[in-house]
């Protein structure tokens, strides 16, 4: 039996490239587009995903997620969408959850009614939600949590129950949690998806997605992946490799200081709302606490009422107004305006995503100077 090893091993040594010829301290990049096609028990394509940097990243992936096999693509709605293309067809049917990432829900809306698949968007997030909607052709139930934006969270055992007690296949977007945080596979679900681009990444400027799950699931995934064409180039995978090492450190100090920025903001008299799935506040701060290991990087507020949350943006000098998150550098940005500007104002209104709400990505930097500078910002705009 193979001694179990630690995360940061995992982040640092597992699908590492072996330097055979300069015996190189990191994995060098592989960037042909051909290979040897005779001879060789491996057909190597960067479309098949398995050229040598490619196929080495996935074993990295996999074992951070405690799954089998792992996959890289070329964004996380390429890993998204394939792998929802990969189990269902015309005539069937997915639950999906009502607060996700907002790519994820147009996807669906827009593409599924082309291929002839149903799809049923849940009331709330508990698992009586999910069933609520289960139908006879209900072939895949599909999650996300902590949910993108709202941090709402889902039981993760709950729904593996629910999934497996119908025959169903789960899939949950791990992205807000991360590895380090949150391991889905543990609690029964079946397959992870990623958007790498965040946390995997850390530090806005790379542009993937991951899969993890069982090899038998993963077949299925590849065989619609090498269709659909979504691969990375070896530079970009080379560069996750390279990013994945600090994972670790990266999100155990984004979580230390988004557990210390929500408190401030929770207490803050200018601020009215903030959601955060480590505030004892929270709703399912209990649940968070049994299925987490970390509470995440990732927190959303609401300036009160007299106060403009675009405003208050354009006046931080040290948080930057961005798109995206998960980077070292701390971000806000207004959700209706990026994640969700492709659902309508009343789909937004229906899930909570308000005009006024605020997605906050926490960085590394020294918590006292994000204070700082939110209390800046919010003093111009009450001037």
Sequence with gaps: MTKKIGLQTICTHVGEVKDEQFKGAVSPIYMSTSYQFDDVDVKRYPRYFNTPNQESLSKKIAALEHAEA????????????????????????VVVQNTLYGGTSNFIREEFPKYGIEFSFTKGYDVADFEAEIKENTKVLYIETPSNPLLTITDLKGISNLAKAKGLLSIIDNTFASPVNQNPIDFGIDIVVHSATKYLGGHSDILAGAVACSDLHMKAIWNVAKNLGGSLSDFMVWMLERSIKTLVLRVKAQNRNAKKLAKFLSSHPDVKNVYYPGLKSHPQYELAKSQMRGFGGMLSFELNENLDALA????????????????????????????????????????????????FSVGIETKADLIDDIEQAIQQVKA
């Excluded at 969408?81 to 067809?89: E, I, N, Q, Y």
């Excluded at 961005?322 to 209104?349: F, I, N």
């Design 70 to 93: 792992g996959m890289i693509f070329g964004s996380g709605m390429a890993a998204i969408s394939t792998t929802l293309l990969a189990f269902l067809k015309t005539g069937d049917h």
């Design 312 to 359: 208050f943006q354009k006046a931080l000098k040290l948080i930057k107004s961005s798109m995206s998150l998960a980077g070292v550098e701390s971000t806000m940005l207004s959700p209706y305006l990026t994640s969700h500007a492709l659902l309508t104002q009343e789909e937004r209104d229906s899930i909570g995503v308000t005009n006024g709400l605020i997605r």
